[in-house]
């Protein structure tokens, strides 16, 4: 089966239904379409804003890596990767996947392989902005997100 891959990485916001559209108009080989969206959190009130950075070309040079082994993995007729980029408000989006594929079990571990890899592979980093506190701390790798992306390796 031959997978269509897109990935954008940008500054602003997404519309989901378009990606939806893209993924799916005009075919009749798409039986199930799974999208995750991660939104940026208020951490209870005192985050202020979040900031992500990456080098261009080598963010999305490894997005497209996971990608093609997202599409080697599983049979996908298509899979939508954007990240954004900047500084990012509590309630807006921050990423979104979208996997395409004849069968739901494909569609949805598809997505959640591509969305485990790109929170430990893809190079983004993330400066945490609080409210009174400009400055703010840069976000450390979290070992859940390790074992997350564990549970994808071949013996």
Do not use: N
Not at 11 to 30: A, M, N, W, Y
């Amino acid at each position: 089966m031959s997978c269509t891959i897109r990935i954008r990485i940008q500054p602003q916001s997404f519309d989901i239904e378009e990606e939806s559209k893209r993924l799916t108009q005009g075919r009749s080989d798409v039986g199930a379409l799974v999208t995750f969206t991660g939104y940026c959190r208020d951490e209870g009130g005192t985050l202020a804003a979040l900031t992500l950075e990456h080098y261009p070309g080598m963010a999305e040079a490894e997005i497209g890596r996971i990608a093609e082994e997202a599409a080697a993995r599983w049979p996908l007729s298509g899979l939508t990767a954007i990240h954004r980029h900047g500084r990012i408000l509590p309630g807006e989006p921050i990423v979104l996947v979208a996997a395409a594929s004849s069968h739901r079990q494909a569609a949805f571990e598809a997505a959640s392989f591509l969305m485990d890899y790109l929170k430990t592979r893809a190079p983004f980093w993330k400066k945490e902005e609080r409210v009174g506190d400009r400055d703010g701390d840069w976000v450390q790798t979290k070992a859940t997100d390790d074992a997350a992306a564990g549970r994808w390796q071949k013996p």
